[in-house]
């Protein structure tokens, strides 16, 4: 069977890790797992069960493309983009709950006689969910909801709107029949117990993000990729690497030419400012990133040779100061052409 020509080497141990790390902050309640994008590009299928296996029961994609892969492994799961018409069939199977959104979204699912699902309330991000208003005004009464949710704008920093969301949030207690409600994301489950209620919902921290800097010591990396030499080349003193020129050779220099690049995920973002590591190593990106193809500085390890495999340094935190990327696109950019490599 032919094998990729690079790999994501992903640590089991250090996502069980996470999600307990995060269950333990969570204090009396429960820690839930957003798993959407693919588990943010990690293999939803495969992620899950890892969580499922650490004792994770609450399960987060955005669409019924998402619910219907982790239909197999019989999760209890919530579809955070609510439900369509044509998602009808597929929610009305019971695989996951809706996340109702709007009046629209309501109003079907009363007309199908839906059971369970759960409401999405809007407490200021103005982006999905309910008014608190239409929610006081009983939209929602005679619903079968399980969790009333509604997410957090400005969790990753100290500021007024955080306590203006949970006041909202917190007023809506017992105004519905729900069962339970979840505010937290990642970075909500360290503002304090106010803001956990009765259900969490990490997504970035589980991946190894560092949404808030004080949960760093928490929080292991969950994924490192690697890529193998295709070649290695000495380039002379004056001579340039990669696309417009933009690294020149100040002596004569030992590179490889690494089968990773943009369209893997290592973005244009990395080119002159990227580091790839062997056996403790750090070696230099230098040039333009291309599509395909990435080149390192290696004098420092004469022993490399076409064909090994070569570290790609990812520590998500550190990735996104020195690129301006966000760590959500960094962990979701990486794309599908890499061999999954799961630690026991």
Same mark, same amino acid.
């Given at each position: 069977?032919?094998?990729?020509?690079?790999?994501?080497?992903?640590?089991?141990?250090?996502?069980?890790?996470?999600?307990?790390? =995060?269950?333990?902050?969570?204090?009396?309640?429960?820690?839930?797992?957003?798993?959407?994008?693919?588990?943010?590009? *990690?293999?939803?299928?495969?992620?899950?069960?890892?969580?499922?296996?650490?004792?994770?029961?609450?399960?987060?994609?955005?669409?019924?493309?998402?619910?219907?892969?982790?239909?197999?492994?019989?999760?209890?799961?919530? &579809?955070?983009?609510?439900?369509?018409?044509?998602?009808?069939?597929?929610?009305?199977?019971?695989?996951?709950?809706?996340? *109702?959104?709007?009046?629209?979204?309501?109003?079907?699912?009363?007309?199908? #006689?839906?059971?369970?699902?759960? &409401?999405?309330?809007?407490?200021?991000?103005?982006?999905?969910?309910?008014?608190?208003?239409?929610?006081?005004?009983?939209?929602?009464?005679?619903?079968?909801?399980?969790?009333?949710?509604?997410?957090?704008?400005?969790?990753?920093?100290?500021?007024?709107?955080?306590?203006?969301?949970?006041?909202? %949030?917190?007023?809506?207690?017992?105004?519905?029949?729900?069962?339970?409600?979840?505010?937290?994301?990642?970075?909500?489950?360290?503002?304090?117990?106010?803001?956990? %209620? +009765?259900?969490?919902?990490?997504?970035?921290?589980? !991946?190894?993000?560092?949404?808030?800097?004080?949960?760093?010591?928490? *929080?292991?990396?969950?994924?490192?990729?690697?890529?193998? &030499?295709?070649?290695?080349?000495?380039?002379?003193?004056?001579?340039?690497?990669? !696309?417009?020129?933009?690294?020149?050779?100040?002596? +004569?220099?030992?590179?490889?030419?690494?089968?990773?690049?943009?369209?893997?995920? !290592?973005?244009?973002? %990395?080119?002159?400012?990227?580091?790839?590591?062997?056996?403790?190593?750090?070696?230099?990106?230098?040039?333009?990133?291309?599509?395909?193809? =990435? &080149?390192?500085?290696?004098?420092?390890?004469?022993?490399?040779?076409? #064909?090994?495999?070569?570290?790609?340094?990812?520590?998500?935190?550190?990735?996104?100061?020195?690129?301006?990327?966000?760590?959500?696109? =960094?962990?979701?950019?990486?794309?599908?052409?890499? +061999?999954?490599?799961?630690?026991?």
């Amino acid at each position: 069977m032919t094998t990729a020509p690079l790999r994501l080497q992903l640590d089991t141990q250090a996502l069980q890790h996470n999600w307990r790390a =995060l269950d333990r902050m969570s204090g009396r309640a429960a820690c839930g797992a957003a798993v959407k994008a693919d588990g943010y590009g *990690l293999g939803a299928v495969a992620v899950a069960t890892r969580l499922a296996q650490a004792g994770c029961r609450d399960f987060f994609v955005s669409n019924w493309l998402e619910a219907e892969q982790l239909a197999p492994l019989g999760l209890s799961v919530s &579809v955070l983009h609510g439900v369509r018409a044509e998602d009808m069939a597929a929610a009305l199977s019971g695989i996951a709950r809706p996340v *109702l959104n709007t009046p629209a979204q309501v109003a079907r699912w009363r007309r199908a #006689g839906g059971g369970a699902c759960d &409401v999405m309330v809007d407490t200021g991000m103005n982006r999905l969910g309910l008014s608190t208003a239409e929610i006081g005004e009983g939209l929602v009464d005679g619903l079968a909801i399980d969790t009333l949710m509604s997410h957090l704008a400005c969790a990753d920093e100290d500021g007024p709107m955080n306590e203006r969301q949970r006041a909202a %949030f917190a007023g809506l207690s017992g105004r519905t029949s729900a069962r339970r409600m979840s505010l937290a994301n990642s970075a909500g489950i360290a503002l304090g117990d106010g803001y956990r %209620f +009765d259900l969490t919902r990490p997504g970035l921290a589980l !991946y190894g993000g560092v949404p808030r800097a004080d949960m760093a010591p928490e *929080l292991r990396q969950v994924v490192r990729p690697e890529a193998q &030499v295709i070649q290695q080349r000495l380039v002379r003193a004056g001579e340039t690497v990669g !696309y417009d020129a933009t690294w020149t050779a100040r002596v +004569d220099t030992e590179l490889a030419i690494l089968n990773i690049g943009y369209a893997d995920g !290592y973005l244009r973002a %990395f080119s002159d400012r990227g580091w790839a590591n062997l056996d403790g190593t750090s070696l230099p990106v230098i040039g333009r990133v291309s599509m395909d193809l =990435l &080149v390192i500085e290696t004098g420092g390890v004469p022993h490399l040779r076409e #064909g090994d495999w070569v570290a790609i340094t990812l520590d998500l935190p550190s990735a996104s100061d020195a690129t301006g990327l966000s760590q959500y696109e =960094l962990l979701t950019s990486l794309g599908g052409r890499y +061999d999954s490599c799961w630690s026991p």
